[in-house]
């Protein structure tokens, strides 16, 4: 869609750039020929989302965590997590974990069981900081899909010329 | 390192285990307001050559915000 129908500016509707953003944070203004920023975004959206990660361990990021009982409900702070699209690789890995942990200590002793348990839940100051960290990362990641969404006709054009100019080197190589 | 140290630091598993942050967990908070500065900041600036200084300063305005929500709300509250 493009046009000033709606009071808003010439543009592009670009809902793939926040796909691929919420999948990769930054991941849309490297497709907009922005490179220097997609990896300023890239590594501060990351970093903080690793970080949290490492501080809480996988049990911060949890879809079901808050929902007990709430008929398909969803944990709020995975509303936010969830915006970071590798967030719902971890929930997988994380409710897989749990799974094996339940047949473990809650089933009958299995042959391959280890003597440590599957994973530790973060508790206290390690939860709170892992959540608070990887849900501020989604966040911020919602910040950034929203900029690319919506792509202004001198932004494309721009990025076209970029394109082209890279087009040219790689001829001219 | 006690031995009982040793086993512990062998023992850890990455993202599987928390990492104890209860004696200087206030200092998280440094991490996460330069993140927002610099995400924010990242998304406003025309070019990245200004950042630095931009991020610099918006992360001294929020911390410096908080310290004195916290001052006050101590002094209220004491």
Do not use: C
Not at chain 1, 111 to 121: L, M, N, Q, R
Not at chain 1, 134 to 161: D, F
Not at chain 2, 50 to 71: F, H, P, R
């Amino acid at each position: 869609m493009s046009g000033n129908q709606d009071g808003l500016r010439d543009g592009h509707w670009r809902p793939e750039l926040a796909a691929a953003t919420w999948l990769v944070p930054g991941a849309g203004h490297w497709f907009l020929g922005r490179r220097d920023k997609a990896v300023v975004l890239f590594l501060t959206i990351m970093g903080l989302w690793v970080i949290g990660l490492w501080i809480g361990g996988v049990s911060v990021i949890d879809r079901k965590q808050d929902a007990e009982g709430a008929r398909g409900g969803v944990s709020p702070w995975f509303l936010a997590q969830g915006l970071v699209g590798p967030s719902w690789g971890v929930d997988t890995w994380h409710q897989r974990l749990k799974g094996e942990s339940r047949s473990r200590f809650g089933g009958s002793p299995r042959p391959d069981d280890k003597p440590w348990p599957v994973f530790e839940p973060a508790v206290g100051r390690s939860a709170e900081i892992g959540t608070l960290y990887t849900a501020m990362a989604g966040m911020l990641n919602l910040l950034v899909m929203l900029e690319v969404v919506w792509v202004r006709e001198e932004q494309v054009e721009k990025s076209e010329e970029r394109a082209g100019q890279g087009a040219g080197m790689e001829g001219a190589g | 390192m006690s031995e009982s140290g040793v086993m512990l630091v062998l023992g850890y598993r990455p993202f599987l285990e928390p990492v104890s942050v209860d004696g200087w967990w206030p200092l998280l908070l440094l991490p996460v307001v330069l993140a927002m500065a610099t995400a924010y900041k990242t998304l406003r600036v025309g070019g990245l050559r200004s950042l630095a200084g931009e991020v610099a300063a918006l992360t001294g305005q929020v911390v410096g915000l908080l310290v004195l929500i916290a001052v006050v709300l101590w002094w209220l509250t004491r």
